[in-house]
């Protein structure tokens, strides 16, 4: 009986822990991990992130979804402990550049928003140039052009409502809306906030400071 009691008395508190955490990983906050260049120079390769699940999304917030359903490419993952841990999936870290109901164009080297040039200062004059371009249509592009090579919202004009168009800041070598059309709503795992350890002021401004 001592015995039993005493195992009780220490896998409760882990249990209950494991749940809190659950929870909070659910529901609040939950880590996530930068892979790849495509939101360089403001988020690194392998660079430690937050992505809140509770922040309000906005234009140029930094999001983490599960791309598993939007890029055809991405791969799914459905075992159990991904499932239950909330990680099922690939997960993508791009920053939204249209909100539902807008239009988006590039022209002349610029992004649009509903027809007017929008600030990009969290990313160079070349990559806000040369590297925004679409390499299937070099030049000018909008919506209903991208779409035509989409699987999804072909003809499309605007964003659709409870979806986004987003972009990673390192436009010349990120898989983006650009490839694939919209990140749904559902897929939004939370807006990412970066550790102050490992930014500069810079970064801080362009990531934490936008979303």
């Known amino acids: 009986m ?9 896998i409760i508190p882990i249990v209950i822990g494991l749940a809190i955490a659950l929870l909070i990983r659910q529901f609040v906050f939950t ?27 906005k234009r140029n917030s930094v999001i983490v979804f599960n791309a598993s359903g939007v890029d055809p490419d991405a791969a799914a993952n459905t075992s159990f402990t991904k499932r239950i841990l909330g990680t099922a999936g690939t997960d993508y870290v791009k920053r939204v550049v249209g909100m539902p109901g807008d239009t988006v164009a590039f022209q002349n080297g610029k992004i ?9 200062g969290y990313i160079s004059k070349t990559e806000q140039r040369k590297g925004t371009e679409y390499e299937a249509q070099p030049g000018n592009w909008d919506l209903k052009s991208l779409s035509t090579n989409w699987s999804k919202d072909n003809g499309v004009m605007k964003v659709p ?23 749904p709503q559902d897929k939004v795992i939370g807006v990412v ?4 350890w490992s930014t500069t002021k810079q970064q801080r401004e362009n990531v934490n400071d936008r979303s």
Do not use: C
């Open 193 to 196: 906030k970066t550790f102050p």
């Open 112 to 120: 649009l928003i509903n027809g007017k040039v929008v600030d990009q």
């Open 161 to 183: 409502q409870g979806k986004y168009f987003v972009l990673g800041d390192h436009r010349s070598v990120s898989n983006d809306s650009r490839y694939w059309g919209f990140v």
């Open 31 to 57: 880590m996530a991990r930068v892979d790849g260049p495509s939101m360089e120079p403001n988020l690194v390769n392998n660079e430690r992130i937050i992505a809140w699940r509770q922040a309000k999304i």
């Open 2 to 10: 001592k015995t039993f009691k005493s195992i009780f008395s220490w």
